[in-house]
C-alpha cells in the first residue's frame, strides 16, 4: 500500500513485494519482461547457429539459477550474451545461413571454460577484494577489447543486408524510430519491433521459407548439443569474458541504481559474478550460448517501479516453456538473412558504441602515453589479426589465436608492465551516485 493506504501505482511507486499487486498483474509484469529480452536473446542463435528453443531454455534456466545463487535478491535477467559472437564467428563461422554444425560445439566448449573464468574471479574478489582483481581489468583495456567486438562482426552484419538491403533497411528504420521516439513499451522492445515489421514485408514479398515452420512439431524437447574441447578455441575464446566481466559489474551497478539497493555489496558482486560464469557454463555444456545479465530488463524495472525478483523468475519459468514448442522455433528460424543482417547492423555497432562510453565516463586520458600505446595495441591487433590470427604449434597441438584474443592478452600484459597503473575500481556509490540503503 502507498503512504496514505491507497493501492501502490505501477511506474510511480517503488514497490519491492509483488504479492502486493496481485497474482494477475504480477504475471503480466513478467511476461513484459519475456517480451523485453526476447527479441535480443533469439537472435543470438540466429547469427550463430546455435538452436533457438535450448538458448530460450538455457537462459530460463540460467536466470533461475543465477536467483538461487544470489539467494533471491538482485532482479536481474539473463539472455544471450552478444559479447561471444565475435569467438563463435572465429570458431564456428556460418556460410550465409548454414550452421557450422562441426565446430559449433568447440566453441560451445570455449564458452564453458570461460564461464569458469567468472568462476575463478568471484572466488578471487571474495578473497582478495575488488580492487585488487579489477587493477588488471581497467577500462583502457576492457574499452578498447568492447569497441573491436563490435568492429570485427561489422563485416558480417553488412554480408547479411547485402542479400536484400530492402528487407535489412525494413529491420533497420523501425528500430532507430521506437528506440529514439517511442515510449513506454514501444522504447524498451525496438528490435522485436524491427523484426515484426520487416517480416511482415517479407511476407508480402513472398521472401519466408515456411517449410520448416510446417514440418515443426508443436511440442517437443530443445535439441542438446554437448560441447567439445579444443585449446584452439578456448584460447580464441576465453580472452573475451575478461571484457564481460566489466559488463557484468556495470549491469549490477545499473540494476542497483535503478532500485536503490546496493547489490555489489548485498548479496555481494562475487555472488552475481558466480551466478552468471555458471549460467554461461551450464548454457554452453548443453549447446545454448553464454548468458548476460540483461539492460533491456533494467529498462523495464526503471518504467515499473517493481524491484521484486519474482518477476524475473517468471520470464525465466515462461522462457523455458517457450523452449518446448518447436514450431515457435522453426517461425523465429525463418526470419531472412538480410533482416538479421539489419538488426545486426545496428547491434554490432551499439557494441562499439559501449566501449567508446566505457571508455567517457571512466575519464581515460589519452594524453598520457601508456594509454594511447595499450589502445592502439589492442586495436590495431583486433582488426590487424581479425580474419587470420596467428597459428602455432604446442607440442602435437595447434593452436590460433584470433586477433580478438590477442588483443586482450597484449592489452593486459601492457597494462600490468608499463609504468603509471594507478587504476582503482570504483562503484557507483563511490562515483557519487546514492543508493537508498
Known amino acids: 500500500?502507498?503512504?496514505?493506504?491507497?493501492?501502490?501505482?505501477?511506474?510511480?511507486?517503488?514497490?519491492?513485494?509483488?504479492?502486493?499487486?496481485?497474482?494477475?498483474?504480477?504475471?503480466?509484469?513478467?511476461l513484459q519482461h519475456t517480451f523485453a529480452m526476447f527479441g535480443a536473446t533469439v537472435l543470438v542463435p540466429l547469427l550463430t547457429g546455435l538452436s533457438v528453443s535450448t538458448t530460450l531454455l538455457f537462459a530460463g534456466i540460467g536466470t533461475l539459477l543465477?536467483?538461487?545463487?544470489?539467494?533471491?535478491?538482485?532482479?536481474?535477467f539473463l539472455g544471450s550474451s552478444f559479447a561471444f559472437l565475435a569467438g563463435y564467428g572465429a570458431v564456428a563461422p556460418m556460410a550465409g545461413d548454414v550452421p557450422n554444425a562441426e565446430m559449433l560445439p568447440y566453441a560451445c566448449g570455449g564458452v564453458v571454460v570461460a564461464g569458469l573464468v567468472?568462476?575463478?574471479?568471484?572466488?578471487?574478489?571474495?578473497?582478495?577484494?575488488?580492487?585488487?582483481?579489477?587493477?588488471?581489468?581497467?577500462?583502457?583495456?576492457?574499452?578498447?577489447?568492447?569497441?573491436?567486438?563490435?568492429?570485427?562482426?561489422?563485416?558480417?552484419?553488412?554480408?547479411?543486408?547485402?542479400?536484400?538491403?530492402l528487407l535489412a533497411l525494413c529491420a533497420l528504420i523501425p528500430i532507430i524510430v521506437a528506440n529514439i521516439w517511442g515510449k513506454g513499451m514501444v522504447k524498451i522492445v525496438p528490435i522485436m519491433i524491427g523484426i515484426g515489421v520487416s517480416y511482415a514485408v517479407a511476407l508480402l514479398m513472398g521472401a519466408v521459407d515456411f517449410t520448416a515452420v510446417r514440418e515443426a512439431d508443436w511440442l517437443g524437447f530443445p535439441a542438446v548439443t554437448m560441447a567439445k574441447f579444443e585449446t584452439g578455441a578456448i584460447i580464441t575464446i576465453v580472452p573475451i569474458a575478461l571484457a564481460t566481466v566489466v559488463e557484468h559489474i556495470g549491469d549490477?551497478?545499473?540494476?542497483?541504481?535503478?532500485?536503490?539497493?546496493?547489490y555489489i555489496q548485498d548479496p555481494g558482486l562475487h555472488r552475481t559474478i558466480l551466478g552468471d560464469?555458471?549460467?554461461?557454463?551450464?548454457?554452453?555444456?548443453?549447446?545454448?550460448?553464454?548468458?548476460?545479465?540483461?539492460?533491456?530488463?533494467?529498462?523495464?524495472?526503471?518504467?515499473?517501479?517493481?524491484?521484486?525478483?519474482?518477476?524475473?523468475?517468471?520470464?525465466?519459468?515462461?522462457?523455458v516453456l517457450l523452449s518446448f514448442i518447436?514450431?515457435?522455433?522453426?517461425?523465429?528460424?525463418?526470419?531472412?538473412?538480410?533482416?538479421?543482417?539489419?538488426?545486426s547492423l545496428i547491434l554490432y555497432g551499439m557494441i562499439s558504441a559501449v566501449?567508446?562510453?566505457?571508455?567517457?565516463?571512466?575519464?581515460i586520458d589519452f594524453t598520457a602515453s601508456r594509454n594511447l600505446i595499450i589502445a592502439a595495441v589492442i586495436m590495431v591487433s583486433a582488426i590487424g589479426f581479425g580474419g587470420t590470427g596467428i597459428?602455432?604449434?604446442v607440442g602435437s597441438a595447434s593452436i590460433r589465436l584470433t586477433g580478438l584474443a590477442i588483443a586482450a592478452l597484449a592489452g593486459i600484459f601492457l597494462n600490468a608492465v608499463l609504468p603509471g597503473n594507478d587504476y582503482e575500481f570504483e562503484t557507483l556509490r563511490e562515483k557519487g551516485v546514492n543508493y537508498k540503503l
Open 118 to 165: 567468472y568462476v575463478v574471479l568471484a572466488g578471487m574478489i571474495k578473497w582478495f577484494g575488488i580492487n585488487k582483481v579489477m587493477r588488471f581489468f581497467p577500462p583502457v583495456v576492457t574499452g578498447p577489447i568492447i569497441i573491436c567486438i563490435g568492429l570485427t562482426l561489422s563485416s558480417s552484419a553488412i554480408t547479411n543486408c547485402s542479400t536484400d538491403w
Open 277 to 319: 560464469g555458471l549460467a554461461t557454463g551450464l548454457a554452453a555444456m548443453f549447446g545454448g550460448p553464454a548468458n548476460t545479465t540483461y539492460g533491456e530488463n533494467t529498462g523495464v524495472l526503471a518504467l515499473t517501479k517493481v524491484y521484486d525478483p519474482i518477476v524475473m523468475e517468471i520470464a525465466a519459468v515462461t522462457a
Open 391 to 393: 597459428t602455432f604449434c
Open 326 to 343: 518447436p514450431k515457435f522455433a522453426a517461425v523465429v528460424s525463418s526470419i531472412p538473412t538480410a533482416i538479421i543482417g539489419g538488426v
Open 66 to 76: 543465477f536467483h538461487a545463487v544470489t539467494r533471491r535478491k538482485v532482479p536481474a
Open 355 to 363: 566501449g567508446v562510453r566505457n571508455v567517457v565516463e571512466n575519464r
Open 252 to 262: 549490477i551497478s545499473a540494476i542497483s541504481a535503478t532500485a536503490g539497493k546496493n
Open 1 to 30: 500500500m502507498g503512504e496514505n493506504g491507497n493501492k501502490k501505482v505501477l511506474g510511480e511507486d517503488e514497490i519491492f513485494d509483488a504479492r502486493e499487486l496481485g497474482t494477475f498483474r504480477v504475471l503480466v509484469l513478467g
